[in-house]
């Protein structure tokens, strides 16, 4: 079902399907795998709390009308001052001068956006009259491409989670998901691209990160095993009587991991394969005795 093409997503047009292509999604899992790059979120937080270069919600009072500055025919600044918690700051919008209609001294204000905190300023990405709903959801923001806006996708991709999320086939062994607490492939997916709270979206994390790995070394391990099995070597007999006199004349008997040890090492020497194998161990355990 997840390798049906994007074009049977129900809302995406042929335009839209160009954009996802351009992009490198064709089917129906390579969308619900376009993953955000970063979220926004509009939590309000007192003005001392906030860090400098973070995006930010500010409820504010306008202290007074705005200035627009103009720059050629298109460019323009806006400059706002706001006072918040008793701290007058400045508020600057960049070539959208019509916003000046919307900030009346005296009024209320929420604004978001990026915070500089040596000018104490704020480029305003949004804003709106009044103060801010505060159970605003976390927002995913994606890679995009060309004319693709991000309400688009947002929109096609809460189309297709409800309707295609959940035949998502789990590819990790319950065992690892109930050793590393990790949530299941169709909820991680949910969480990833619409986060309940940043508690499920940093497990949803987690759980691809650890995917991506385990796959990773799952695909080294058989590049391993086909690059030894398609080399030819010459298998090493050895005689065992005399293998276990030298072990028995030693004057301590051999550790659990220098048993096991030995015994890899005899194991790859009695194949047709070539060996590639390095013994490691801290200084005084016994790696001596071992390759002996």
Excluded at 14 to 39: C, M
Excluded at 50 to 69: G, R, S
Excluded at 165 to 186: F, G, Q, V
Excluded at 222 to 227: E, V
Aim: charged share 25%; hydrophobic share 35%; with cysteine.
């Amino acid at each position: 079902m997840l390798q049906r093409s994007i074009q049977d997503i129900k809302g995406i047009g042929s335009k839209l399907a160009e954009s996802l292509t351009d992009l490198g999604i064709y089917t129906i899992e390579d969308l619900l795998l376009h993953f955000p790059n970063r979220y926004d979120h509009y939590e309000q937080k007192p003005i001392h709390e906030l860090m400098h270069d973070e995006k930010v919600t500010i409820v504010a009072q306008v202290m007074q009308e705005p200035v627009v500055q103009y720059y050629g025919k298109k460019r323009s600044r806006l400059t706002v001052r706001l006072q918040v918690d008793g701290i007058a700051i400045k508020g600057i919008m960049f070539n959208r001068a019509f916003a000046k209609k919307y900030f009346h001294p005296g009024e209320t204000v929420s604004v978001n956006g990026k915070w500089d905190q040596h000018r104490l300023q704020i480029t305003i990405d949004q804003f709106q009259q009044g103060t801010m709903d505060q159970d605003t959801p976390i927002t995913p923001i994606y890679p995009l491409t060309g004319d693709l806006k991000n309400y688009q996708l947002k929109k096609v991709m809460q189309s297709t989670i409800q309707s295609y999320a959940d035949a998502c086939e789990e590819i990790l062994p319950s065992t690892y998901l109930h050793a590393y607490k990790l949530p299941n492939r169709s909820d991680a997916i949910k969480d990833i691209h619409f986060p309940r709270s940043f508690s499920t979206l940093k497990h949803a994390k987690r759980r691809f990160i650890y995917e991506e790995f385990l796959l990773f070394q799952l695909k080294m391990q058989l590049y391993r095993r086909q690059t030894r099995e398609a080399t030819s070597g010459n298998a090493q007999l050895y005689d065992k009587e005399r293998l276990q006199t030298m072990i028995d004349e030693l004057p301590f008997p051999l550790t659990e991991a220098q048993t096991r040890s030995l015994h890899e090492i005899l194991t790859d020497m009695t194949s047709p394969y070539c060996m590639n194998r390095l013994l490691q161990g801290d200084v005084g355990s016994g790696k001596t005795a071992v390759a002996y």
